[in-house]
């Protein structure tokens, strides 16, 4: 079964650290480009960080610095790596990939991340 897990949100402070954490099972994940989206309350699911198969990595402009996102073939897992936290990180951060052959697209469940002092 085609399935991300996410985990390791939760309640972090301002300037805070939290590392989130995306399983997969299903799919060949070692060939797959692995992408982090979050969805702020009423706004847009929108894209964060990315890593291709072989590790290259694409940060959104605004967080280069604060995320930094890697995987671990050997795992099956990619990871959200997040520092200096700002209320404005607040969201649900969902791990994504499109399958190879059929393009499909994928979505974890989502983990809820809070900045709050």
């Known amino acids: 079964q085609v399935q991300l897990v996410e985990s390791g949100g939760g309640l972090a402070r301002p300037g805070g650290s939290l590392t989130l954490s995306c399983v997969a099972a299903?799919?060949?994940?070692?060939?797959?480009?692995m992408n982090w989206y979050r969805q702020a309350p009423g706004k847009e699911r929108v894209w964060v960080a990315s890593i291709t198969d072989i590790g290259n990595t694409i940060t959104y402009v605004d967080r280069v610095g604060r995320f930094e996102v890697s995987r671990d073939n050997a795992k099956n897992t990619v990871y959200l790596e997040m520092n200096d936290l700002k209320p404005d990180d607040t969201a649900v951060y969902y791990c994504h990939t499109r399958l190879e052959i059929t393009n499909e697209e994928v979505w974890g469940q989502g983990t809820q991340v809070t900045v709050s002092s």
């Open positions: 299903g799919f060949a994940f070692s060939r797959a480009r």
